[in-house]
Nanobody, 121 residues
Framework: QVQLVESGGGLVQPGGSLRLSCAAS????????MGWYRQAPGKQRELVAT???????MYADSVKGRFTISRDNANNTVYLQMNSLKPEDTAVYYC???????????????WGQGTQVTVSS
């Protein structure tokens, strides 16, 4: 019904930058919120940043001032600009689309397959 495709992960040195992208496709009428989560080895998945319609972006304390989330509603795409990356940012990053209303009026939630971000020298 809804597919999320992420791109932009990779290997970067500490202090470097990466930009993640996530495009949603399917019979989508609207998406209330889109966001990014991450999961490091041996840890639980955690919220990184989210942005909802008519609301300000929200960030985890650990990324405030370094990461910026933005959204292109016309193309159902969300971005995560990551600057000043640290080794502790290493994780698989997952895109999420929350309260996706389909053309059929069905409401659902969707996750991407994840993209690896590794920060290492």
């Amino acid at each position: 019904q809804v597919q999320l495709v992420e791109s932009g992960g990779g290997l970067v040195q500490p202090g470097g930058s990466l930009r993640l992208s996530c495009a949603a496709s399917g019979n989508i009428f609207s998406i209330y919120a889109m966001g990014w989560y991450r999961q490091a080895p041996g840890k639980q998945r955690e919220l990184v940043a989210t942005i909802a319609n008519g609301a300000s972006a929200m960030y985890a304390d650990s990324v405030k001032g370094r990461f910026t989330i933005s959204r292109d509603n016309a193309n159902n795409t969300v971005y995560l600009q990551m600057n000043s990356l640290k080794p502790e940012d290493t994780a698989v990053y997952y895109c999420n689309a929350d309260r996706v209303r389909l053309v059929s009026n069905y409401l659902t939630n969707a996750w991407g397959q994840g993209t690896q971000v590794t920060v290492s020298s």
